[in-house]
């Protein structure tokens, strides 16, 4: 009896992904009939790092008009008389090179190291550091007791830094610098780079923060070039980089504006050499299958964002993403714990009394994106909520957005003390666009959310990414909340809206920094003991390996505690551990 065929194997179908509509005006693009100057009052009020104030001081400064030319000659000229090799190279000083040498030049740097705060230690180091060993180049002419064999081994060194010295353009001066290898020319305002004037043999150069906004130059750069930096600039036009010199194998787009990450690893897959990347700061850097794009579009790379690149992470060459996962992203806000809360009094009947954490971002205000691209700076009274009742009393609203509420230490000994503080809601004032909530969780010592507590949908890449470059406020609330009933008939009732009473345990500030899509989450911790607002970042640990207990713990003898090793008691202090993070596709 012939045996029976085989069935054929049925083919499960593909799970259907769920995916949010992602319109036209979510994008990363300014239409064109969006007020002029709407992205400016978009970013009004934002608490930017330390890091990014910088940076967009820079960033102004190069976006003016009629920026007075200044070539590299005079830079470099400008340099080196703030520096200590000026006085090397006067002829018409009263000083020989001896004397300067053995006199002036330690009285110089003493008065440094031992009177100069540390602003100006920061700044004789910058002055000084356009080359490697400028002490050797002038001993080198004391003991030859020649200024003009200072000038000329100045013409043969290998590195040089023109940094922050507002120049616009290179010239014929460089040329004379035929050993160059590495030339550092950040912090500057060059457009353009004239690559004719570069040295033959240059292998590495430096452009961060500048102007330059196309990287057309890039076919006539020096072949033996291996390290470009671009970052902190204006790209977001990137097809010219495919025909970058063969060898490069660093290349550094930090911080531009790029957000076509299929354009920008098309471009790139062309140079056979290229083992380390830099993408991250750019708004495609912060899409859902940002890494595993690149690591597949681009199998020979080793290092991306200052990360080494493992076999685990290329799970497979060939994946083609969604095109919804390379323009949006899932952002999450996770409390991992708050810890050491007084317990609030007994509610009155009909109260309910709950805990929830509050984050702001102001710039993942869709709404208010919306409403500001096509309006001048009329009052947002038009998207104001409608009055809910009228016998609502002004003198009651509270502003307590953007306030702490300060106890008095001795007083909040009192535990049943710090709620007695409670404040009515102003259910009117704007603040659902820009304010997220957690969910509402019941007191304990230690206190658990949902996770993620925030979840946001985020299509507009770039406001996420400038997300990432901002001050954060996160508020700890706790919320009492009464419904009372009316009657209004025999049998008939009806709810009044509920009345929230209200008060802030906690204020926290936020600095976050940019995403590692190595990284699930950015940790940071905060606690009442750091008399401070600011929360610390914890670097690459995680705090949800951490355990703690409400019973007591103690240490054996003779071994010492490893933290995250054992459980830890509960803090008596108020604690609060959360961490910022976006959703990649693994």
Same mark, same amino acid.
């Given at each position: 009896?012939?045996?029976?065929?085989?069935?054929? @194997?049925?083919?499960?179908?593909?799970?259907?992904?769920?995916?949010?509509?992602?319109?036209?005006?979510?994008?990363?693009? !300014?239409?064109?009939?969006? =007020?002029?100057?709407?992205?400016?009052?978009? $970013?009004?009020?934002?608490?930017?790092?330390?890091?990014?104030?910088?940076?967009?001081?820079?960033?102004? *400064?190069?976006?003016? &008009?009629?920026?007075?030319?200044?070539?590299?000659?005079?830079?470099?000229?400008?340099?080196?008389?703030?520096?200590?090799?000026?006085?090397?190279?006067?002829?018409?000083?009263?000083?020989?090179?001896?004397?300067?040498?053995?006199?002036?030049?330690?009285?110089?740097?003493?008065?440094?190291?031992?009177?100069?705060?540390?602003?100006?230690?920061?700044?004789?180091?910058?002055?000084?550091?356009?080359?490697?060993?400028?002490?050797?180049?002038?001993?080198?002419?004391?003991?030859?007791?020649?200024?003009?064999?200072?000038?000329?081994?100045?013409?043969?060194?290998?590195?040089?830094?023109?940094?922050?010295?507002?120049?616009?353009?290179?010239? $014929?001066?460089?040329?004379?610098?035929?050993?160059?290898?590495?030339?550092?020319?950040?912090?500057?305002?060059?457009?353009?780079?004239?690559?004719?004037?570069?040295?033959?043999?240059?292998?590495?150069?430096?452009?961060?923060?500048?102007?330059?906004?196309? /990287?057309?130059?890039?076919?006539?750069?020096?072949?033996?070039?291996?390290?470009? +930096?671009?970052?902190?600039?204006?790209?977001?036009?990137?097809?010219?980089?495919?025909?970058?010199?063969?060898?490069?194998?660093?290349?550094?787009?930090?911080?531009?504006?790029?957000?076509?990450?299929?354009?920008?690893?098309?471009?790139?897959?062309?140079?056979?050499?290229?083992?380390?990347?830099?993408?991250?700061?750019?708004?495609?850097?912060?899409?859902?299958?940002? @890494?595993?794009?690149?690591?597949?579009?681009?199998?020979?790379?080793?290092?991306?964002?200052?990360?080494?690149?493992?076999?685990?992470?290329?799970?497979?060459?060939?994946?083609?993403?969604?095109?919804?996962?390379?323009?949006?992203?899932?952002?999450?806000? !996770?409390?991992?714990?708050?810890?050491?809360?007084?317990?609030?009094?007994?509610?009155? &009947? +009909?109260?309910?009394?709950?805990?929830?954490?509050?984050?702001?971002?102001?710039?993942? %205000?869709? !709404?208010?994106?919306?409403?500001?691209?096509?309006?001048?700076?009329?009052?947002?009274?038009?998207?104001?909520?409608?009055?809910?009742? %009228?016998?609502?009393?002004?003198?009651?609203?509270?502003?307590?957005?953007?306030?702490?509420? =300060?106890?008095?230490?001795? /007083?909040?000994?009192?535990?049943?003390?710090?709620?007695?503080?409670?404040?009515? *809601?102003?259910?009117? $004032?704007?603040?659902?666009?820009?304010?997220?909530?957690?969910?509402?969780?019941?007191?304990? *010592?230690?206190?658990?959310?949902?996770?993620?507590?925030?979840?946001?949908?985020?299509?507009?890449?770039?406001?996420?990414?400038?997300?990432?470059?901002? =001050?954060?406020?996160?508020?700890? /609330?706790?919320?009492?909340?009464?419904?009372?009933?009316? *009657?209004?008939?025999?049998?008939?009732?009806?709810?009044?809206?509920?009345?929230?009473?209200?008060?802030?345990?906690?204020?926290?500030?936020?600095?976050?920094?940019?995403?590692?899509?190595?990284?699930?989450?950015?940790?940071?911790?905060?606690?009442? !003991?750091?008399?401070?607002?600011? @929360?610390?970042?914890?670097?690459?640990?995680?705090?949800?390996?951490?355990?703690?207990?409400?019973?007591? /713990?103690?240490?054996?003898?003779?071994?010492?505690? $490893?933290?995250?090793? =054992?459980?830890?008691?509960?803090?008596?202090?108020?604690?609060?551990?959360?961490?910022?993070?976006?959703?990649?596709? &693994?």
């Amino acid at each position: 009896m012939p045996p029976k065929p085989k069935e054929p @194997a049925i083919k499960k179908l593909a799970t259907q992904v769920m995916r949010p509509s992602i319109s036209d005006s979510s994008l990363n693009y !300014t239409p064109c009939d969006a =007020v002029e100057g709407y992205e400016e009052r978009i $970013e009004t009020g934002i608490d930017w790092t330390l890091a990014e104030e910088a940076a967009r001081h820079h960033r102004e *400064k190069c976006r003016k &008009k009629n920026i007075p030319v200044l070539p590299f000659s005079e830079a470099l000229n400008k340099k080196i008389q703030k520096s200590i090799l000026h006085g090397c190279l006067n002829e018409n000083s009263t000083l020989s090179l001896k004397e300067y040498w053995e006199i002036y030049l330690p009285m110089v740097i003493w008065d440094n190291e031992k009177c100069s705060n540390e602003e100006g230690k920061i700044c004789f180091n910058s002055i000084n550091s356009f080359t490697d060993d400028l002490r050797g180049l002038i001993q080198k002419a004391v003991h030859r007791d020649d200024r003009k064999v200072l000038k000329r081994e100045l013409k043969m060194v290998n590195v040089l830094r023109v940094n922050d010295s507002e120049m616009t353009e290179l010239d $014929e001066e460089l040329k004379k610098y035929k050993n160059l290898l590495t030339l550092n020319l950040c912090g500057n305002f060059i457009s353009d780079v004239n690559a004719n004037f570069l040295p033959g043999e240059l292998k590495m150069l430096e452009l961060r923060a500048n102007r330059i906004n196309s /990287v057309t130059f890039a076919k006539h750069l020096p072949h033996s070039l291996v390290y470009l +930096g671009l970052s902190r600039n204006f790209l977001s036009n990137v097809e010219a980089l495919s025909k970058l010199p063969y060898n490069i194998s660093v290349l550094d787009l930090s911080d531009n504006d790029i957000c076509d990450l299929a354009a920008v690893l098309h471009a790139l897959s062309a140079l056979p050499n290229l083992d380390a990347l830099q993408l991250a700061g750019n708004p495609c850097s912060v899409s859902t299958a940002y @890494a595993r794009t690149t690591l597949a579009r681009l199998p020979r790379l080793q290092w991306l964002d200052g990360r080494e690149v493992l076999p685990s992470d290329r799970r497979d060459d060939s994946f083609e993403p969604h095109p919804d996962d390379l323009r949006s992203v899932y952002f999450n806000f !996770t409390v991992i714990r708050i810890m050491g809360v007084l317990q609030p009094p007994k509610a009155d &009947k +009909g109260a309910v009394t709950a805990f929830h954490v509050e984050i702001e971002l102001p710039l993942l %205000d869709s !709404t208010r994106r919306r409403f500001l691209m096509y309006r001048n700076n009329e009052s947002l009274i038009e998207i104001m909520p409608p009055p809910e009742d %009228d016998d609502w009393s002004s003198p009651k609203l509270s502003s307590f957005g953007n306030s702490k509420m =300060v106890v008095d230490p001795e /007083v909040s000994s009192n535990e049943s003390d710090i709620y007695n503080n409670l404040q009515p *809601k102003n259910s009117r $004032e704007i603040v659902h666009f820009t304010i997220f909530e957690s969910n509402r969780v019941q007191w304990n *010592k230690i206190i658990n959310f949902q996770e993620p507590a925030v979840r946001i949908f985020c299509p507009n890449l770039i406001a996420l990414r400038d997300t990432f470059r901002s =001050v954060i406020t996160i508020r700890f /609330v706790y919320t009492m909340t009464t419904i009372t009933k009316q *009657k209004t008939g025999k049998s008939a009732q009806s709810l009044k809206p509920p009345g929230e009473q209200r008060v802030i345990l906690a204020t926290i500030k936020c600095a976050l920094k940019t995403p590692d899509w190595s990284q699930p989450l950015q940790y940071f911790h905060w606690d009442d !003991t750091l008399n401070t607002d600011e @929360a610390i970042h914890w670097g690459d640990g995680d705090l949800s390996v951490l355990q703690y207990t409400q019973q007591l /713990v103690k240490t054996p003898k003779g071994k010492a505690e $490893e933290p995250g090793s =054992v459980k830890q008691s509960t803090p008596e202090n108020l604690t609060c551990h959360f961490g910022f993070g976006i959703e990649t596709l &693994k």
